[in-house]
Nanobody, 117 residues
């Protein structure tokens, strides 16, 4: 059974940093690409960043240069280091695991990030 549990969200001032974690069980990074999405209140869910099975990461233009995606295969955990946070980064951040063989996605429940002074 696939389970994704996000943590690390919270309230931070503009310019601050947070590191989100997504602890995964029931999957292997050798078969699952990992992604982060976010949803701001009243808006559609949007792509933030991803990491392929091979370890290549991609970022939305809005976060490029500020966010860094990493993974720890030994802990089966991925991270999203978020620096120089802006109020527009506020939202619920969701971890997604995408099975590259079957095409099936799995979602975590999300963690709230609020950037405000």
């Amino acid at each position: 059974q696939v389970q994704l549990v996000e943590s690390g969200g919270g309230l931070v001032q503009p310019g601050g940093s947070l590191r989100l974690s997504c602890a995964a069980s029931g999957i292997s990074f050798s078969r699952y690409a990992m992604l982060w999405y976010r949803r701001a209140q009243g808006k559609e869910r949007e792509f933030v960043a991803d990491m392929s099975v091979g370890g290549t990461s991609n970022y939305a233009d809005s976060v490029k240069g500020r966010f860094t995606f990493s993974r720890d295969s030994a802990k089966n955990t991925v991270y999203l280091q978020m620096n120089t946070l802006k109020p527009e980064d506020t939202g619920v951040y969701y971890c997604n695991a995408y099975d590259v063989v079957s095409g099936q996605p799995f979602w975590g429940r999300g963690t709230q990030v609020t950037v405000s002074s």
